[in-house]
């Protein structure tokens, strides 16, 4: 097997999927070391490259490697000594013209100073139930920057509006305080400023760039962990920001405490401050989105259209803004208000088929997993961990399958529906303060797959 042309193939592909900077910074002197048994030994030229590769790009690589090497069945990576490989141009010229074209548009919102894009603001913000305590903690940071929750960590599932909201916190900095200085970033930008500043010897120069400003937002900070170098300057990072009352904040997609290797100090760092989830948004702040979107785009569509959209698209926030996109994109070109059933038709391939489950195969589930007899579920007791089972229960009917109040609490020993609602509401509320209630849950979603 010829492993430098295997390699090359998919270098082909990965370069047309990323970022150029992204790229020369990642794979340059990477290389297939050998092939043995269908695993494929990938040659990096330091550990910092070797675990960006595992936890950002492991599945790109894999994925691309099976697609044109169908004996493929690992990929590992190995530290050695590669001699520098000129990196040809991989991407052809129909991609190249498409980047060129394409990219420079989106970037053109982007202030290259700070890296904030001056249309995330709160007056386009959505505040709903599913995000106001990120919002409430939010505007007391404005309000006394580096002083109030300091660190700032908010957490949830992608396309939920964490970026819009980190953005609109330091674009709100920036018009408070005219004389603080705000940088916005991504964990990755972070990572990679920090590997060349060691390989071009100007470790200070980095320390100096970074701990400069009087607010530093982090994105997408779950990458971190297994990268024990970054998480180190990171800690020295924070310090040298907590210690002078400068303000940081990270998002992640995930709590803290579920970050795969995550150092016990940094972890004791973000519980020091203020760590606050956000969630996909329910029916009446979706149905605020559209609205919002709608004004944006100078459009107006009937009010049973945006309530069918609003009900139909349960995921996050992104799902739902592509929708309204497509159903925009229909009314331009025809020129026509649309009725509801093409909407419905012009979504169908959107809209996820509802879960269906037995009530009873929930109680199963869930009574397994804490290893309970079924039967307790339904009982009247008020033992600790019944109750807390049969709460879970309750959520999850109502929050993953949408069954009703009163047939829930009918179903379950004929409680009252304010019972159901009761259960429903505790357990929403405890796991923003309880990650391990969230690993339980969401544990348990996994058996219903």
């Known amino acids: 097997m010829d492993t430098k042309q295997l390699w090359k193939n998919c270098l082909v592909e990965i370069e047309g999927g990323i970022s150029k900077a992204n790229f020369s910074t990642w794979f340059k002197n990477t290389c297939i070391l050998k092939e043995e048994e269908g695993i494929i030994f990938v040659g990096v030229p330091n550990e910092f490259v070797r675990d960006w590769l595992k936890n950002k790009y492991h599945k790109l690589i894999t994925k691309t490697m099976a697609d044109v090497y169908e004996n493929m069945r690992a990929v590992e990576y190995v530290i050695t000594k590669i001699e520098a490989i000129k990196q040809e141009p991989t991407v052809n010229k129909v991609n190249e013209v498409y980047v060129n074209k394409e990219l420079p548009l ?38 006394n920057p580096g002083t109030k929750y300091n660190p700032f960590f908010v957490y949830g599932g992608t396309g939920l509006g964490k970026t819009h909201l980190l953005q609109a916190v330091g674009n709100s900095i920036k018009d408070k305080y005219a004389n603080k200085k705000v940088h916005y970033l991504t964990l990755e930008k972070f990572a990679t400023d920090f590997i060349n500043s060691l390989q071009n010897n100007k470790a200070n120069s980095f320390k100096e760039k970074y701990r400069k400003y009087d607010l530093l937002i982090i994105d997408d900070i779950q990458f971190i962990g297994k990268m024990e170098k970054i998480q180190e300057e990171l800690f020295h990072t924070f310090n040298t920001f907590y210690e002078n009352n400068k303000q940081i904040i990270f998002s992640s997609d995930k709590h ?25 948004p329910e029916y009446e702040s979706r149905l605020a989105i559209l609205k919002m979107k709608l004004r944006e785009a100078g459009i107006e569509l009937d009010q049973e259209i945006m309530e069918y959209v609003a009900g139909a698209i349960q995921g996050n926030i992104r799902e739902l803004e592509g929708s309204l996109n497509t159903i925009i994109c ?84 004929g409680k009252d529906h304010t019972t159901v609602i009761h ?27």
Not at 349 to 370: C, E, F, G, L
Not at 380 to 390: D, L, S
């Open 330 to 413: 229909q009314y331009r070109l025809k020129n026509k208000v649309l009725s509801v059933s093409e909407v419905k038709a012009l979504l169908k391939n959107n809209i996820k088929p509802k879960k269906n489950v037995a009530i009873k195969d929930v109680v199963k589930t869930v009574s397994d997993y804490y290893s309970l007899e079924e039967a307790s579920i339904y009982e009247k007791t008020r033992r600790k961990e019944i109750v807390k089972a049969r709460q879970v229960v309750m959520y999850l009917l109502r929050e993953d399958f949408n069954v009703s109040y009163p047939l829930i609490g009918q179903k379950l020993g």
């Open 423 to 449: 259960s429903y509401l505790k357990i929403k509320e405890d796991i923003k303060n309880d990650p391990q209630l969230l690993q339980e849950l969401e544990q348990i979603r996994i058996l219903f797959k």
């Open 106 to 143: 989106r970037d053109l919102y982007i202030n290259p100073e700070d890296n904030l894009n001056p249309r995330y603001r709160f007056d386009s913000f959505i505040v709903g139930t599913f995000n106001e305590l990120a919002y409430a903690a939010s505007q007391a940071i404005i309000e």
């Open 256 to 280: 803290p405490n579920y970050i795969p290797e995550l150092a016990d100090r940094l972890k004791s760092r973000f519980a020091a401050g203020m760590i606050v989830d956000v969630s996909e």
